[in-house]
């Protein structure tokens, strides 16, 4: 089994920025793929950015230019800096892992952007 706890999150101004992590531990083999959703209140869960196995990203076109996805191996951490805030970036924001061995979420952490 994966465990995967999001830290980082919290209250910010708009324009503000933040850093989540996400630490993963456990039965940690070939990660396929990793990345960040986020679901506000009253909407479905949306992707955000992920990482593939090889190291390319991907961003969602609203986080284009304002986020960056990065990981440690050597720390089994996933990053997310995020910067330029708005308020509608407020949701819970979501670590999501895609192994040999299964999917894995994080619980979840929230980020609220308001002055």
């Known amino acids: 089994q994966v465990q995967l706890v999001e830290s980082g999150g919290g209250l910010v101004q708009p324009g503000g920025s933040l850093r989540l992590s996400c630490a993963a531990s456990g039965s940690i083999f070939s990660i396929a793929f990793a990345g960040w959703y986020r679901q506000a209140p009253g909407k479905q869960r949306e992707f955000v950015a992920g990482?593939?196995?090889?190291?390319?990203?991907n961003y969602a076109d609203s986080m284009k230019g304002r986020v960056t996805i990065s990981r440690d191996n050597a720390k089994n951490t996933l990053y997310l800096q995020m910067n330029s805030l708005k308020p509608e970036d407020t949701a819970v924001y979501y670590c999501?892992?895609?192994?040999?061995?299964?999917?894995?979420w994080g619980q979840g952490i929230q980020v609220t952007v308001s002055s």
């Open positions: 999501h892992l895609v192994t040999d061995s299964g999917a894995y």
């Open positions: 990482i593939g196995r090889g190291g390319n990203t």
